[in-house]
């Protein structure tokens, strides 16, 4: 497996310019999680899906960010409009729950980021 | 206030040096993790400790876990300047989520 793709892997915007983080988690995980690292606040939680429906968005700054997955394979965070201070290191991560019912959360893979630069 | 505290913040060792670092967190946990990233890179998973086990042991690396003092301890022998990274503790309460530390980077010189 190639493991957790993210796209594009580096992206410098302007300011008020509408930007989106791809991601494609690995096949057959079921949750997708989507952080921000930054030098100030560390890694931030911003929302988490589970069979590809967001389960906990609380750690969504603002109403400029929004996550989406369409289908198993595939989802987005969207930044409109950006700002200065959303500069940062956004990645993806996936992980799957090793058998049925079990309240452990397996091991998160993580893809290796998209660095965001808002001029 | 953030569940999963490393201690150090910074550690510099030599090659060869054991290095241990800690994690406290503040609510009841199933199971707490160990992260490591590279400057650069995603976070990479290193071992799982559940919280009815007490020692757990991975190659070099050794993590402790007390639930009642509700900290956990990362040890790494003989280390080498591949180890050199920023190592974090992640809880894991149940929810389906993980809430990671600030982490402690480690720096080890040759």
């Known amino acids: 497996d190639a493991g957790v793709i993210q796209s594009p892997r580096h992206e410098v915007t302007e300011m008020g310019q509408e930007v989106t983080l791809r991601c494609k988690p690995i096949?057959?995980?079921?949750?997708l999680f989507w952080y921000r690292q930054t030098m100030m606040r560390g890694l931030e939680l911003l929302i988490y899906?589970?069979?590809?429906?967001?389960?906990?968005d609380s750690g969504m700054p603002e109403d400029r960010f929004s996550a989406k997955m369409p289908n198993a394979s595939f989802s987005t965070l969207k930044i409109q409009p950006s700002e200065p201070r959303d500069s940062a290191v956004y990645f993806c991560a996936s992980s799957s729950i090793l058998r049925p019912l079990a309240i452990d959360t397996d091991t998160q893979y993580f893809g290796p980021g998209t660095r965001l630069t808002v001029l | 206030s953030q569940q999963g505290e490393e201690d150090p913040q910074a550690l510099s060792i030599q090659e060869g040096e054991n290095a241990t670092m800690n994690c406290s967190y503040k609510t009841s946990i199933n199971n707490l993790q160990w992260y490591r990233q590279n400057s650069g890179r995603g976070l990479v998973h290193l071992i799982l400790i559940r919280s009815n086990e007490r020692e757990k042991h991975s190659g070099r690396l050794r993590v402790t876990l007390d639930t009642s003092k509700k900290s956990s301890s990362l040890l790494i022998t003989a280390s080498r300047a591949a180890d050199t990274a920023s190592y974090f503790c992640?809880?894991?309460?149940?929810?389906?989520?993980?809430?990671f530390g600030q982490g402690t980077i480690l720096t080890v010189h040759p």
């Open positions: 899906f589970n069979n590809n429906v967001p389960i906990d």
């Open positions: 992640a809880t894991d309460r149940g929810s389906g989520k993980l809430t």
């Open positions: 096949s057959g995980h079921d949750y």
